[in-house]
């Protein structure tokens, strides 16, 4: 695309009336919740399915001047986000209507804090620290990771979009600011799948043990036949409340809380169980 065409694309959007763009946020925001409450996402797809539509939504009213203009651009989503929900869960409304403002706003945030790199000078020590720390918290939750890699292209977008001259962000600063976050991201999955597939060999080796138990004494092992792996490689054999053995291990790196996945000796399947709490796993 030549500087001329997204000049001309930037004023055009720019050139909108007050009502189309108030319009267009507020339909952005009614399909997208209303397509998110009609499917069944994982979070991440779900994640993305809001974001996008709200960074067009964002975009095309970042040149609003008025704080008056902006504070109802910011209600036209909220309040289009909120709509579908009234036909379906009406007690939610309140905090689907806060939630949607508050996306909003961090939006906003990130617009301006584009903005303001475009102003300023790259500091590679300061971002390679920042993003060494997140790559270090992100061991333990692998969204954070997700999170973060979002925000940069966000961001970096933003930044293209509002550049007075694009040639400024054709610099080492910028391609170094993109590339080495998605260098330690991809780093991350590729390290936490290989853990993730190592524990789950182990795992499947145990499992046959056990039945390998089960099919020469008519019975499956003691329970503490295998505690040499719960304090290794987070392996754990136990008996649940139902009276049926299973054998337990931990994910790496979870997607979400408590991510484990959980062989039924029952139904001779693994499950894999992710929640805020640790469900009948406490003492797991």
């Not at 993305?48 to 008025?66: D, E, N």
């Not at 902006?70 to 409304?93: M, Q």
């Not at 508050?102 to 990130?110: D, E, G, K, P, V």
């Not at 991201?185 to 936490?192: D, K, P």
């Amino acid at each position: 695309m030549s500087k001329s065409t997204f000049t001309d694309i930037k004023a055009k959007i720019d050139y909108l009336p007050l009502t189309v763009r108030l319009l267009v946020v507020f339909v952005l925001g009614f399909c997208t919740n209303s397509v998110l409450m009609l499917t069944q996402y994982s979070v991440l797809y779900s994640a993305l399915v809001y974001c996008l539509p709200l960074f067009l939504a964002v975009l095309i009213t970042a040149s609003l001047q008025r704080q008056k203009e902006k504070v109802l651009a910011g209600l036209s989503w909220a309040i289009g986000g909120t709509l579908p929900i009234i036909f379906v869960i009406l007690e939610s409304i309140f905090t689907v209507f806060f939630f949607n403002l508050l996306a909003w706003l961090f939006f906003q945030c990130l617009v301006q804090y584009a903005i303001s790199r475009n102003k300023k000078e790259f500091n590679y020590w300061k971002y390679i620290i920042i993003w060494l720390l997140i790559f270090y918290f992100s061991l333990s939750f692998k969204y954070l990771m997700v999170f973060a890699l979002f925000n940069v292209l966000l961001v970096r977008a933003y930044q293209i979009y509002f550049s007075d001259d694009l040639s400024k962000i054709k610099n080492k600063g910028f391609i170094f600011s993109f590339l080495f976050p998605y260098i330690l991201g991809f780093s991350l999955f590729g390290y936490a799948y290989y853990k993730n597939t190592e524990q789950r060999e182990l795992a499947d080796k145990v499992v046959q043990q056990i039945i390998s138990y089960g099919k020469k004494h008519g019975e499956y092992p003691p329970i503490d036949s295998f505690a040499d792996y719960k304090e290794s490689s987070q392996i754990y054999y136990y008996i649940g409340s139902d009276n049926i053995h299973y054998v337990l291990y931990k994910e790496f790196i979870p997607a979400e809380p408590y991510c484990r996945y959980l062989y039924n000796f029952k139904t001779q399947n693994w499950d894999r169980y992710c929640d805020l709490y640790k469900r009948n796993f406490d003492d797991k």
